[in-house]
């Protein structure tokens, strides 16, 4: 049980929450993740670490509300408790100094992005970030990702804020403009993967953090399965960074939605049965 | 005569024991029939998760502990891997103590309701029978036995609590809270030790939970064993992943003298022949914990499973019985055990296979699957098998599958188990460098004391057998525990 110490909606839809949890504080790096289940009843489900504060052994998860987990896990608040958290799992990101790296975020990816972003800064890095959302209210973690970042470009699809366009665009400007010698790129997996086929073609490597489902998260069941490079890889403890140009993100999208009817089917029935005051 | 003959020897001339046997000739006994198991019917259990085997009533268990003929040397006994006293706690049924039997059973066994239940005695203690060895008659219903006693005690409200050691405050840890795990903490804690165990997940009981399904060892049974240890003073830490949560050097830290690693062969192997991640596919321990251990089935739960009509599970191991008949209970109109070798190659119980046959599963042996199809959603909907047939015996013993050329056929399939073993779980290795594996993964031990080549730490269970069963795991926890006592007070 981890208790929730700190609650800040950064839109009507994402939510960030701040748990006690000194151990995993201590030893989670960037790139880390833990499971999360929220209730008896309840469902097993990765969430990576946005941050840690090893004083007030706490570590920071960022939320969005799709279906039934994460609604109930965003509807809690401060001083409850979460059912289960594990971790942290995955390995941790590779940080090395490699010169320019181009950082791309898109709706919640840009929390896991942030503490990468940090440590590949700290490591003396020149770093670009690409943030990309449907519309101004989905940017997040702006002002922190401007401390940690030598530029911040904002691409929305609407051109309610900053340059309107998709996260490509954003990145391909600065592809054009200087020598890039990394790309990173966390986000939903269609993103990542048009991410990945702009990256490929001018020849940057890329690492994708992927968020498949999953159910133990320590390579028991093999739910977060992936073809990487032909080759079927476990997100949870192979992962979850991969080289881009590898990843099949087709086979990744169809995974993803295998229980899409049963969800969408159960998140009426909850908010059916939890009618907003 | 050694120790434990000399023992067995003495426990046998007691009065009582003396007495039984005046009651009736030996004659009398062999005369009896084994008992059968009081089962669920087949039409019926298939479409529940309660328990298939119901237990034996009183009159059946005093009656079949008759049939044992409390042996001068009671073989049955070195074909128990933790070496239970078989006839003695027979005997406390026979007379009528059921709760002295439990409590016999308890010497060596933590978990004899778990064990009863799963072990593998046709080939354990009943295989080792006078009856079976000598008089070629069906053996001494040991493992029935070993239920009755166990339940009854359970039900009794009356759990016995074994004599704990004085305190001695060292901390000592087990990594994994399997039955190997279970049983070095229940030792380790009679000897006078603070014992922790830690565990990934949020359940405790390894596969015990996660994996053997409740309609063959209810989880309600585990608990309640688990109960015991807990009285018993062992803490319990879950969601606590030793080489992530905190290292073994961390908890050294914390003033952990010693460990246990038990964690398990929890990596599922697939085939990597080609579909097989779409939709649907999944290995056997993913379809196992979705429904018993996240309760997929019940709607009340938020975890999902995709479980269709046309159930295809590859393998013939433990873990494909259940998962088929697991299917089959879920509402399967066909649920299929597709094997390459033929039934009697087949690593399950028999016990397992047939409760299967008779719950209407279908058995397509000799067959292999090449490929899976999917829908345009990428949900599997056809799988190609082939043909086989069995060639010369390979180093296993068993005889080798050989491929029919051009046999190849297609089958509809919504859902597929792929049940082809497991490889042992990496997590404890990788994060402890110094650790010797073997070329499989598993951790090497020597395999009298059961201690790795790093100092302090010991290791059992399926993370050095790479797959093994409850009760092997559990002498092997057994084991470490004596040799950790030893090491320790040097
Ligand atoms: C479906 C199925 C059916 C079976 N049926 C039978 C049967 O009928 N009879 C029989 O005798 N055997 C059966 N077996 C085999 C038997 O269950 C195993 O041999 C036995 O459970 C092994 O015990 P263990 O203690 O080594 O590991 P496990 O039971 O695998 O337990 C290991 C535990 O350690 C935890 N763990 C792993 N790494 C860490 C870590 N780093 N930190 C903390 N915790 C960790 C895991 O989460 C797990 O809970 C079956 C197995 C399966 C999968
Ligand atoms: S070998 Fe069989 S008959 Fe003899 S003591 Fe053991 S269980 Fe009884
Ligand atoms: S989540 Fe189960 S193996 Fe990765």
């Known amino acids: 049980m981890n208790k929730i110490i700190e609650k800040e909606y950064f839109s009507e839809a994402v939510v960030k929450l701040v748990l006690e949890a000194p151990a995993i504080a201590r030893n989670r790096r960037a790139g880390h993740f833990v499971i999360v289940r929220t209730g008896d009843k309840g469902e097993r489900i990765p969430l990576t670490i946005a941050g840690a504060n090893l004083e007030r052994g706490t570590i920071t998860l960022v939320i969005q509300k799709v279906g039934v987990t994460s609604t109930k896990l965003c509807d809690l608040e401060v001083g409850d408790l979460v059912t289960d958290v594990v971790g942290p799992l995955g390995k941790p990101t590779h940080i090395e100094k490699v010169g320019t790296v181009l950082a791309s975020g898109g709706g919640v990816g840009v929390a896991p992005l942030l503490p990468i972003v940090e440590a590949l800064k700290e490591a003396g890095n020149r770093v670009i970030t690409v943030l990309a959302a449907r519309k101004r209210e989905l940017i997040i973690l702006e002002e922190q990702m401007r401390e940690h970042s030598d530029e911040v470009i904002i691409m929305t699809d609407d051109g309610s804020y900053g340059k309107k366009g998709l996260v490509t665009q954003g990145m391909e400007e600065v592809i054009l403009r200087e020598k890039v010698d990394l790309a990173v790129t966390v986000g939903p997996a269609v993103m990542m993967k048009f991410c990945s086929l702009l990256t490929g073609k001018y020849g940057i490597s890329t690492v994708a953090s992927l968020n498949t489902l999953m159910v133990d998260g320590t390579g028991m069941c093999g739910a977060c399965r992936v073809t990487v490079g032909g080759k079927t890889k476990f997100v949870c403890v192979d992962g979850p960074e991969f080289d881009a140009h590898q990843v099949d993100f087709d086979e990744m999208m169809l995974r993803l939605n295998s229980y899409k009817l049963s969800e969408t089917e159960a998140y009426e029935n909850f908010l059916n049965s939890n009618p907003k005051p | ?490």
Not at chain 2, 206 to 229: A, Q, S, W
């Open chain 2, 1 to 490: 005569m050694d120790g434990v003959s000399e023992y067995l020897k003495q426990e046998r001339d007691q009065e009582w024991r003396l007495a039984l046997r005046g009651n009736m000739k030996n004659k009398e006994r062999t005369q009896l029939e084994r008992v059968s198991m009081r089962e669920q019917a087949a039409d019926k259990r298939n479409k529940n998760f309660t328990e298939v085997n119901l237990g034996l009533l009183k009159e059946q268990a005093m009656l079949e502990a008759q049939r044992c003929l409390d042996c001068v040397n009671p073989t049955c006994i070195t074909g128990c891997p933790v070496g239970i006293n078989i006839p003695k706690f027979i005997k406390k049924i026979e007379a009528g103590e059921f709760l002295e039997s439990a409590k016999v059973l308890k010497e060596t066994n933590t978990l004899p309701a778990v064990c009863g239940r799963v072990c593998p005695q046709e080939v354990q203690c009943e295989e080792a029978c006078f009856y079976t060895q000598k008089l070629k008659k069906p053996p001494v219903a040991i493992g029935f036995l070993e239920r009755f006693s166990a339940d009854y005690e359970q039900n009794s409200g009356e759990m016995s609590v074994p004599d704990i050691h004085d305190k001695n405050g060292i901390k000592v840890a087990s990594i994994g809270s399997g039955p190997a795990g279970l049983a070095f903490a229940a030792d380790m804690v009679k000897l006078g030790y603070d014992v922790t165990v830690f565990e990934a997940l949020h359940e405790i009981g390894g596969v015990l939970k996660y994996g053997i399904p409740e309609f063959r060892l209810p989880n309600r049974i585990v608990d309640l064993e688990i109960d015991v240890l807990k009285k018993m003073g062992v803490k319990f830490e879950k969601n606590f992943i030793v080489g992530a949560t905190a290292s073994v050097e961390d908890l050294k830290a914390e003033g952990f003298k010693a460990f246990m690693v038990g964690s398990g062969a929890g990596l599922p192997n697939f085939m990597n022949i080609p579909g097989e991640n779409y939709i649907g596919i999944y290995s056997s321990n993913e379809y196992l914990t979705r429904v018993n251990l996240m309760n997929a089935a019940d709607p009340a739960y938020d975890t999902p499973v995709i479980s269709g009509n046309k159930v295809a599970v590859i393998g013939g191991g433990n873990t494909a019985m259940d998962a088929v008949r697991t299917s089959k209970r879920l509402g399967a109109e066909r649920s299929i055990i597709i094997y390459r070798r033929s039934i009697q190659e087949m690593p399950a119980r028999v016990e397992e296979i047939k409760h299967a046959q008779e719950e209407d599963i279908e058995f397509m042996n000799l067959h292999n699957p090449l490929e899976y199809f999917a829908d345009e959603n990428g949900r599997v909907c056809k799988m190609k098998v082939q043909k086989m047939k069995l060639g010369e015996p390979d180093s296993s013993g068993r005889r080798r599958p050989i491929p029919i050329e051009g046999s190849e056929f297609i089958i509809e399939v919504d859902t597929v188990v792929v049940s082809v073993g497991v490889s042992p779980n990496p997590l404890i290795p990788q994060s402890m460098k110094e650790l010797e594996v073997s070329s499989w993964g598993t951790i090497k031990v020597d395999p009298e004391s059961m201690h790795s080549s790093v100092e302090g730490v010991f290791a059992g269970g399926d993370i050095v057998r790479g797959g093994a069963t409850v009760i092997l795991a559990m002498g092997d926890g057994r084991k470490a525990a004596e040799a950790m006592n030893r090491y320790l007070t040097q």
